[in-house]
């Protein structure tokens, strides 16, 4: 599934890359994991953004809070890379039992922009390392992320 959404993404990075993309500076949407989430993210300037997930599922909730820092790609317009840290507060009910935890995030994606239309695509993988009331869920955990498809504002 992660191959299929990669594979999408890239495709549609390529085939519309021909014209400059515009900047935005919010951007509000829904971001896929295996579960799924709320995101919201805001540009402070042109290479630094704060983006905050609400992350959903059947077993608990996430909140995440990461500082962005962004680059431009040569030559492929509206594309964009993105690295930054961050940290999370959860609450999961699973088999094993209540949990609340915290823990440290990085991020590490791409930021794609459609140009002349408010949309933005994003994709990336989001490692973080959790600190709870019980073994579960302590220590690294790497399967965070997704693809995040966003309304933009302020272009």
Not at 9 to 37: C, E
Not at 72 to 101: C, E, M, Q
């Amino acid at each position: 599934m992660k191959k299929v959404v990669l594979a999408t993404i890239i495709i549609l990075s390529l085939s519309v890359n021909k014209s400059a993309a515009q900047d935005y500076t919010t951007a509000l949407g829904v971001k896929f994991w295996d579960g799924g989430g709320i995101t919201l993210k805001h540009f402070f300037n042109e290479r630094n953004a704060g983006e905050l997930i609400g992350y959903f599922w059947n077993q608990g909730m996430r909140i995440t809070g990461l500082f962005e820092i962004h680059g431009d790609i040569s030559n492929a317009g509206g594309l964009r890379w993105y690295i930054g840290p961050g940290a999370h507060v959860g609450f999961y009910n699973t088999k094993y039992g209540g949990n609340s935890v915290i823990g440290i995030d990085g991020v590490l994606g791409l930021d794609y922009k459609f140009n002349n239309a408010p949309v933005n695509l994003s994709l990336d993988w989001q490692p973080s390392v959790e600190f709870g009331s019980n073994n579960y869920n302590n220590g690294f955990i790497g399967g965070w992320g997704g693809l995040g498809i966003r309304y933009t504002f302020g272009q």
